[in-house]
């Protein structure tokens, strides 16, 4: 500092620089503000530790973090070590964990529904062996060599989407369990995949057609999560329609009669059966369950079908004003924005390394001097002789390809270079032109050739004569003078010293094989400084994107062909994720509608699954603008993974209402509510709480994939359940509407029906629930291994004379968690007012037989034979006579 300019200040405030290292570094830009510069306000301050920003300061923060950095004075908010992507690898690392957590709570409550480990465990297998397929197709099938980190969520979706489909057919199969004559375990796996393949296969294919639909994406990262994804999610679909049924007949067959369940998990425990307090433990334990289960069927078969029912047009409303309200926030205010910040956050917001970066860093001035410096601008940089032409592998960032020359390119016709002298000059006229001191030897390099080629055509030191590449040739030149002399003076001017030639990318290419030149850059500095905000990219691309296409259009036909490049990479990914996603969605929607009408062959059905997909999505990325979200790659991402998620629930419910027997369309619901309703809620309870568990992470990429899972589930979960389904029940098909049918190609109808001889063998395994050793405390539960969320089995005792008289020519609503209603129109039969319960064993039934008044007690081997008549309930004793007043049947109810 020059004391004659600072007469009068201490000379300690002189020395050292030290005001301005204070005002520069040290305090924030607010210190002495011009409205109070007598009163200073010292928020912030910095101090400069004496190490160097590297990895050997990663320990020195581990200490910091673990240390109280504040008191009563001040505090410590932010920190810039430059170890804020090591930080990442490692928290990356570390924080798996919570995702680990997420499939050990999938896997317990997917253990609680079932009541079968044997069954989650093979569900979870069959989910590892899906996701191993994908990566083998993906890597050797596909040969596809990049694997972004974002395939990683893969397993997440993998294991929600595999716990889904084992709750509904666990579902199923119990309904399946459930049924009169269900026969043998053939007749039970053919009826359970019979229902349950068309809603697994129908789902399975909307949700990988929804992850295919990303594949138009120009971001490589999301291109191959689309890919792989997809992959595992038909994977997934193939392993559960073998693995998972061959599962459920072992756990029925083996575990049943060799294991003792204790519930609600189902633990296989036969070495605690005669001890005396684990007896009491485990009826203890069934009662509870049993409460549970009973309690959680009446709502799901009761209380959710009339709130649904009796409220429907308020639903509609509801919801509709909701998704009204999404679609305001994501296309009009605040809209879905693209990141503005010129950081790239990884970390949470609270973070200290996010915090200077985001927030601190602008309230001190070497730091804003940074985004200021004038050499730190955006190139204006024009390319001719090469086509902007991509032939490496788009699914491969790392295969650059093979460069594609013009061949109309040609610099040496004189009109071609007149016109690109007039180009230089008229570039340097133009508002974003950043003007540059110092000699500028290629940045247009046919200036400099031109002086070049004005000297004097005789050396006056070596008289050496230079002709033609001396003033003699005017320009333009001669095509065969051009390139004559153009090689010289590239020669010359690389001999020029290195302080006014430096290695830079404008300049002439030269051919090796023909030695003429192959491509020429101009480059000149702009007024934009580089930054990673799209708004102020864009408008820097515009200008001069738009001025070069103009000047294109008049160029010689060897020049026609240039085109505009810049330092526009992350520009380059904003703008794809702009148009890309929405692109995506809709392409993404519009083949799910295919396949759903493809599948279910029900236009109504489809037009309202679809819209209430598309009500979901809506819904959900309103929710995350309100959150600030900004659409980058991982935001990107999640929304593919709204497609392909948001529509598992909804379809589900629709093949329900679809394969419903009833005509009317309340009745379609309320049996599509109490088929699915609970395995429904159950896989959106599962990853909601998957969800949640993630939150704790640092990781910005985690958190907000536990943010996306809490919010989806959430939404999705209530839009398929209350607004769907109060439009099936307002506007539904109902009697065939709109039910599209294939061709049929009947070659066999004269053909003899097939028989199935043991259609009505009740065989021990399918008599006697997985759960055949729990104990007798209980007389009247019985339940299953796999039928946590269904009714209790019972024995009734009926009186036939009576039961005729009040059955008369009266009908009733099929049972609403029963399958033969699906399979057949026929009616059950009036349930009697009068019914006894009684216990009877598992294992081998007991039946009660009154007979002239006087009660015995029989059972039924595992190869007795129930005969029945095809519209009547089966009888223990078909040889008895009319005038026997009491028979036995067994007869399933709902209350």
Known sequence: MDPALCRGVPRPCIEYDAVYNILHYLADIHFLEPKSPLVPNLTYTTVFLPTAQSLAALEYYKDLDNMQLYNEVVEVTGMEMGLKYKLFVDCLLHDTVYVAMAGVLIFLFLWMYSSSFFVTFMTFCGVGFSVGMAYFMYTLIYRIHFFPFINLLTIVIIIGIGADDACIYCKIWTCAKSEKNNGTLVKLVRDTLHHACLSMFITSVTTAVAFFGSVISNIT????????????????????????PASVIMAEKWCSSTCLCIPPMGLYLPQLRHVQWCSSLCGALWKLHYSFTEYSRVFFEKILPCIIVKSKYFWIVFFSAIAAGGAFAVFYYPKLQLPDSKEFQIFKSNHPFERYDLYLKKFFWFEKAKEQDPYRKLPIRIVWGVLPVDTGNHLDPYDRGDIVFDPDFNIALPEAQEWLYNFCIKLRNQSFYQSTHGPLMFNCFIETFKDWMERRCVDGISDMDRTPCCESSKFPFSEKVFNYC???????????????????????????????????????????????????MYNFKTAVDSWVSEMMSMAPKGLKNGWFISDLEFFDLQDSLSKGSLVAIGVAIAVSFGALLFTTLNLLISIFAIFTISCIIIVTVGSLVLLGWKLNVLESTTVSIAIGLAVDLTLHYGVAYRLSPQEDRESSVIFALSHVGSPVAMAAFTTFMAGALIFPSIVLAYLQIGTFLVLLMAISWLYSTFFFMSLLSVA??????????????DCCENSPVPVEKNAYALSESTLSSSSASYPNQIPTSESHELEPLTALKDSLRIDVPKFKKKLGHRSI???????????SKARDPMIPSKITRTPRKISLPTVNVTF???ESLGATSSSTIVCAEEDKEPVLNPMSKEDIPEAWIRKEISV
Not at 222 to 243: D, E, H, M, Q, Y
Request: glycine share 8%; aromatic share 14%.
């Open 221 to 244: 990262a999301v291109r191959c999560f689309s890919i792989f994804a997809g992959t595992a999610v038909l994977a997934n679909f193939i392993f559960t329609v073998s693995w998972l």
């Open 486 to 536: 153009i090689k010289e003076a590239v020669v010359i001017l690389h001999h020029t010293p290195g302080y006014f030639v430096v290695p830079s990318v404008e300049g002439l290419r030269f051919s090796k094989s023909t030695g003429k030149v192959q491509a020429i850059v101009v480059q000149y500095d702009s007024t934009f400084s580089y930054s990673m905000s799209y708004a102020e």
């Open 732 to 745: 539904g098909p109902q009697n065939g509407q709109l039910q599209l049918n294939y061709p049929s190609f």
């Open 813 to 823: 609503r099929p049972r609403s968690g029963s399958l033969s209603s699906a399979t």
């Open 852 to 854: 002239h008044g006087e």
